[in-house]
């Protein structure tokens, strides 16, 4: 089978480099028509979803589809599959168009509605640009002949929300690239420290604010140090809330490459304590690197958690409020032994879910069944 990754998606994202993995190991072959877009912003702010910058990006995706629609036909000689991934909702519109009788899968990971409406509430559901969001969802789904997304609370919310039926919709985890593995050896131990890290964008997903509270009600006596690595359009706020705490250390962003280390240096690592309806419903990629790894993890009891992990055995979850994240690190730090048990469960859990074979094998059976993708 040959596959052309199509679109302006989101190359440099985990989840299309592990979609390309996924179809790779599944024994598909992989060509590329792709122009860079979405990409090139990393910390999307309140102001690149304002509505004239949306209407700019337009018109650069228009420019960017005239070209790829040109170099589609070279491309696509051969091609049984096309493959529209994150941020790719008016790609697989296109795709739809130029397939002529290939089939098309889309892997969106996150609908706009959740993130711009659910998520960031930059737009209401009622407003004029909330329903063309949401249209534009709805068609973007409706397109693709497989939806790939990343759990099954996330499948029922396409099912309800847009439509979708569940024999269009495959539910695959994630999982973490290669490049996350356990250190040959741990670092010593530091005597009476609890090395915390927490990384990612500062959006409301994360839950920034719940930690920066939950730092603060910690003192620096108790042996807990914070590593928070990133940036982004709540940061400013949080860094506020953590000035003058000692054992806080903020971070500008990490190289890629080098996520590993610090969580092979980390004794915990944070999830996500978001409570909106997008965050009870997805497992974010950290979780699933610090697994891999073989870190003890707190975040958020949510659905999607329950769906991999088990709270407890395989992961600490807790209620996203800063008074339950602070106890559950007292916990751990003076328990050496627990946590041990935690990252060596977590990885476990991680593999058997969403372990390089188990999601290629995954793929593999829906490509390869009577009217699959």
Known sequence: MIAVLFGTFNA??????LLAGD??????????????????????????????????LAFRWAAAMARLAWRFRRVAVGADLLV????????????????????????????????????????TRGSLLGRLLAWIDRRSL????????????????????????????????????????????DPPPLSGVL?????????PLHGYDVVAAAAALISADEGIVFDLIGSGPERESCERS??????????????????PQWIRNADVVLGIFGSSVKANMVIPNKVYQAAQ????IVTADTTAIREVFSPGQSIVAVA????????????????????RKLGAAAREAALRSAGPDVRAGRLRAVLDAPGGA
């Open 12 to 17: 440099k994202h985990a989840a299309s480099a």
């Open 23 to 56: 179809l790779r190991r599944a024994g598909v072959e992989l060509r590329s028509c792709h122009e860079a877009l979405w990409e090139e912003t990393r910390d999307k702010h309140a102001s690149y979803f304002a509505p004239g910058a949306l209407l700019g």
């Open 84 to 123: 529209a991934g994150f941020n790719g909702q008016l790609d697989v519109l296109l795709a739809r168009r130029l397939a002529r009788g290939r089939r098309v899968l889309f892997a969106p990971l996150v609908t706009i509605t959740e993130t711009l409406v659910d998520d960031r509430r930059r737009y």
């Open 142 to 185: 409706g397109a693709a002949d497989l939806v790939v997304v990343d759990t099954e609370a996330h499948g029922a919310y396409v099912r309800e929300r847009f439509g979708i039926p569940r024999s269009r919709i495959l539910v695959q985890y994630l999982g973490a690239e290669d490049l996350f593995a356990p250190a040959e050896t």
């Open 195 to 203: 090395r915390v890290l927490g990384y990612g964008s500062y959006l």
């Open 242 to 259: 953590m000035r003058g705490l000692s054992h806080v250390r903020l971070h500008d962003w990490a190289a890629y490459e080098e996520l």
């Open 293 to 296: 790894v073989g870190r003890t």
């Open 320 to 339: 996203p409020e800063p008074e339950a994240l602070a106890g559950a690190l007292r916990s751990l730090a003076a328990d050496p032994e627990r946590r």
